[in-house]
């Protein structure tokens, strides 16, 4: 469960939700509550959250201007120098709501919000060039005058990762040229990526995918030890990390721990994290992470689901996995996720609990299409070993007088290689004795 940490340099937030006709109440809820989550992370405290009804949404001011100037007046009231809108809103709702905020208070939607935790928490060059074109692309339709004598003003949550004092000044042009400019780098960095990935076209590669703050990292880092970013915090891996991880057994796979997802991503980052997530696109087997503790697991996969499918990755063989069972108190919420989800695995990445149950999965599912064979070394031949060794599982060993047996369990692939090497051996071998 997320704790809120209480800091009084912090700033104040009002948060604003819009309920139509269709809308789930306890959607909403749901949906302020991730956003009061995101804006802690951001480094904002959301003290008030205001939820308006409507029929349709106002094209000018989304929620109608009556209710904007409440909702100002009620910030100022409280001391808030901040007001955070639950869904995407239009550069028009944006700018017309912002004349009526005037200049003391910052006005921002989930996306802004989003993308200003995107730029703090970016750290290598491929996730900052994703998020500045991400921010560039947000950006370009909501340049104004206004907005950006208002930027230049104030400091703090939503004015981080997109351009800076003096790149505020510069037209939709400019904008647009650095767009074009971040999209050729991110290209370049793509193609690095591919030939990365085409060294690795041989190894059994496995990504861990699922909402943010499930305990991707925390995962990664108790079956390799790597020592990735870990924070109770929305969205603290930005960047891919692939590390290789030998099994019990023997078999080495690649594991890749990746940006998370959230509901309602917005579109332009997942367009600009594509490369970030192609780690995934590449995989064998996914990873899917959830939360068992977080009271909202049903949503939690639905929103996996919905993401992968957007970037076509659902085809790919899956393992559902529910994590942080140590968090679960009620052992009737335990019990009736067993019952809804059979085939999941029930872990504790941090307790280290079960992994062991995840592990002879992977295991499983990795020798599903594994051959046994066995081959017969001669003494002559022993240099093949390494070989085999490295990338088959050996079942028994029998040294003979003349030569060794080795029973071995691997892939196709793997074993035709084997048996092309000790062909050409054999061949050298008859040439040199001229027989
Ligand atoms: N109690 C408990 N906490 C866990 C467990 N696994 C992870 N956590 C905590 O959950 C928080 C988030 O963990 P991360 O591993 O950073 O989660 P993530 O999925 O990588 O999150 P993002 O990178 O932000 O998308 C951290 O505070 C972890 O210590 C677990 O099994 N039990
Ligand atoms: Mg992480």
């Given at each position: 469960m997320y704790t809120v940490?209480?800091?009084?340099?912090?700033?104040?937030?009002?948060?604003?939700?819009?309920?139509?006709?269709?809308?789930?109440?306890?959607?909403?809820?749901?949906?302020?509550?991730?956003?009061?989550?995101?804006?802690?992370?951001?480094?904002?405290?959301?003290?008030?959250?205001?939820?308006?009804?409507?029929?349709?949404?106002?094209?000018?001011?989304?929620?109608?201007?009556?209710?904007?100037?409440?909702?100002?007046?009620?910030?100022?009231?409280?001391?808030?120098?901040?007001?955070?809108?639950?869904?995407?809103?239009?550069?028009?709702?944006?700018k017309n709501i912002r004349k009526i905020a005037g200049e003391d208070i910052k006005v921002l939607d989930r996306t802004g919000l989003i993308l200003d935790i995107f730029a703090q928490h970016a750290r290598t060059k491929e996730a900052k060039t994703q998020v500045e074109l991400a921010h560039m692309q947000y950006l370009l339709p909501?340049?104004?005058?206004?907005?950006?004598?208002?930027?230049?003003?104030?400091?703090?949550?939503?004015?981080?990762?997109?351009?800076?004092?003096?790149?505020i000044e510069i037209d939709r042009r400019l904008i647009m040229k650095r767009i074009t400019q971040l999209k050729s780098e991110l290209e370049k960095i793509d193609k690095q990526r591919q030939t990365q990935l085409q060294n690795r076209k041989e190894e059994f590669r496995v990504a861990l995918v699922g909402y943010t703050n499930a305990g991707k990292s925390t995962l990664m880092k108790s079956l390799t030890g790597a020592d990735v970013y870990i924070r109770d915090q929305l969205f603290a891996t930005l960047d891919?990390?692939?590390?290789?991880?030998?099994?019990?057994?023997?078999?080495?796979?690649?594991?890749?721990?990746?940006?998370?997802?959230?509901?309602?991503?917005?579109?332009?980052?997942?367009?600009?994290?594509?490369?970030?997530?192609?780690?995934?696109?590449?995989?064998?087997?996914?990873?899917?992470?959830?939360?068992?503790?977080?009271?909202?697991?049903a949503h939690h996969i639905q929103t996996i689901e919905e993401v992968l499918m957007s970037i076509q990755l659902d085809k790919i063989e899956s393992i559902l996995i529910f994590n942080k069972i140590d968090q679960v108190t009620d052992q009737t919420v335990m019990k009736q996720l067993k019952i809804e989800y059979p085939q999941a695995i029930f872990i504790s990445a941090l307790r280290q609990l079960k992994l062991n149950e995840l592990v002879d999965v992977i295991q499983n599912i990795i020798e599903k299409d594994f051959?046994?064979?066995?081959?017969?070394?001669?003494?002559?031949?022993?240099?093949?070993?390494?070989?085999?060794?490295?990338?088959?599982?050996?079942?028994?060993?029998?040294?003979?007088?003349?030569?060794?047996?080795?029973?071995v369990r691997g892939k196709k692939s793997d074993m035709k290689s084997v048996k092309d090497k000790l062909k050409e051996m054999r061949t050298g071998l008859s040439e040199t004795l001229g027989i």
């Open positions: 940490p209480k800091d009084i340099n912090r700033e104040s937030a009002v948060t604003v939700a819009l309920i139509q006709s269709d809308d789930s109440i306890q959607r909403v809820m749901e949906e302020l509550e991730e956003l009061r989550l995101l804006a802690d992370t951001a480094g904002a405290e959301v003290v008030d959250s205001i939820v308006q009804r409507r029929k349709e949404v106002d094209p000018a001011t989304y929620i109608g201007s009556g209710k904007v100037k409440e909702i100002v007046n009620q910030a100022v009231e409280l001391s808030c120098t901040l007001i955070i809108f639950n869904d995407e809103i239009t550069p028009t709702q944006l909501r340049l104004t005058r206004m907005w950006t004598h208002l930027e230049r003003q104030m400091g703090g949550v939503g004015t981080r990762g997109g351009p800076g004092e003096t790149q891919t990390t692939t590390r290789k991880m030998e099994f019990p057994k023997g078999t080495k796979i690649l594991i890749s721990d990746t940006v998370g997802f959230i509901h309602k991503l917005p579109h332009d980052l997942v367009a600009s994290f594509k490369s970030t997530l192609k780690e995934a696109a590449e995989a064998n087997l996914l990873l899917k992470l959830v939360d068992a503790s977080s009271g909202q697991v051959i046994t064979h066995t081959f017969k070394i001669r003494y002559s031949e022993t240099g093949i070993l390494d070989n085999i060794y490295s990338s088959m599982i050996v079942l028994s060993r029998n040294d003979d007088d003349d030569a060794i047996d080795l029973k």
